[in-house]
């Protein structure tokens, strides 16, 4: 009879998991939020950005997120030693003029490798 209960407990945790991933992982209807006046917020999917190319003004202060939009990611910003995931916001002074690539630090699958975005400081 343990062997039973164990084995229900196990499946409904399982289930419980798989719920509640679907929710921290798929976005709600009508979800999309506004981005401020002075944010950066990167939107990533399975296994791209929501843009190829950002653009920010040199010695401007930005809040900056990410968001998932379809699997699980990161973003990390190189020359600025920034990695940041859903839910962080970090401020970030942009004071280093330049192209400086974005990629997805998070191991997320077979197109991990392709997941490149630039980011252009002027």
Known sequence: M???IMFALFIAASAAAVVFSITMIEPKEGAEEEVGENEL???LSNFEFDQQEYHVKLGETM???MRNKEGIHGVAIEGYDIDIHAGDSVEVTFDKPGTFELVCSVMCGLG???MVATLVVE
């Open 41 to 43: 917020r990167f939107v």
């Open 63 to 65: 809040n900056v997120s």
């Open 112 to 114: 991990h490798a392709e």
């Open 2 to 4: 343990h062997k039973w």
